[in-house]
């Protein structure tokens, strides 16, 4: 596959994987945050405030260039996606508390993310670069982002039966779609995947699991149950790397090979990491629950 052809599909993909995330969705999913108060602000914290500063002190720590660092922080800034309920439903998660987070982090990352892309284009690469997401980029990831969803929750709303029918064939196809466009893509910048692989692998995979970890660590030091932070570790730490290859690719927004690496490495190996993460994970919700079991001797 051509790398036009990918940079032509990486929309479409992305409007396929958010379309898929709307036919989940009901108001009721945003008003679910009254349920889950502690969790969910727990995690918006961890996702808006702390993973940007700890991917900041990453990259200066690795001296990353400056396109790297900024492919990092855009990662940073990319909300959780579809995925990361996929895990928290097999490695049991709250995968509700995971809808509910994937739809206000959606939202959210509409104006979140173009201020720290806009922020880290101006620290690594200079205040009078032409990158960065002005008004009208920003319209456009709105729109890449948010219309699918809204179509796909209208969906959900007036024919709830076909809703439910297709959320397994979209899935799938999103998981086809995505595969395929991302294998072009890689092939297409190959020698650059090579070359990048080296200097920014080992911060990637080391972002990945503090994001993982941190998504954890934090609702259970601040007693947040184990389901809901199974659930939180996953929406923290499966970033949307479609989004932010989507956005760094595209010739209307950043076109930037060298910031789209990042995300293209990550989007890679965090399959790797959540599926041993969330074993770990449920051989210790396992373990937290069996002194709670009966023995079979007690008369």
């Known amino acids: 596959m051509s790398t036009g052809l990918s940079l032509v599909l990486f929309p479409v993909a992305l409007g396929i994987v958010m379309l898929g995330l709307g036919l989940t969705l009901t108001v009721a999913d945003f008003r679910r945050v009254v349920a889950y108060p502690r969790a969910v602000v727990i995690s918006l914290v961890c996702q808006m405030l702390v993973l940007p500063a700890v991917c900041l002190g990453l990259v200066l720590a690795a001296d990353l260039r400056p396109e790297l660092a900024v492919g990092m922080l855009l990662l940073a800034a990319s909300p959780g996606g579809s995925t990361a309920s996929l895990y928290s439903h097999l490695f049991k998660g709250n995968v509700a508390l995971n809808v509910t987070l994937t739809g206000i982090n959606s939202v959210l990352a509409l104006f979140t993310l173009p201020l720290v892309v806009n922020l880290s284009v101006a620290a690594f690469m200079g205040s009078d670069s032409s990158l960065g997401l002005q008004f009208d980029k920003v319209i456009q990831v709105f729109a890449l982002v948010l219309i699918p969803i809204v179509i796909g929750m209208a969906v959900r709303r007036r024919r709830p039966e076909f809703a439910a029918r297709m959320q397994r064939p979209v899935k799938i196809l999103s998981v086809v779609v995505l595969a395929v466009v991302i294998t072009g893509a890689v092939l297409g910048v190959k020698d650059e995947f090579a070359a990048t692989i080296g200097a920014v692998g080992l911060v990637a995979l080391l972002f990945n699991l ?41 010739p209307a927004l950043l076109d930037n090979t060298d910031i789209a690496m990042p995300a293209a490495i990550y989007g890679i190996l965090m399959f790797f990491t959540a599926a041993a993460f969330g074993l770990v994970a449920a051989r210790r919700g396992s373990a937290a629950a069996e002194p709670t079991r009966p023995s079979a001797t007690t008369v």
Not at 221 to 248: K, P, Q
């Open 210 to 250: 503090l994001s993982l970890g941190i998504g954890y660590a934090a609702p259970r030091l601040l007693r947040v149950g184990h389901r809901d932070s199974v659930a939180s570790s996953f929406e923290i730490g499966v970033h949307n790397a479609t989004l932010a290859i989507t956005i760094a690719l595209s």
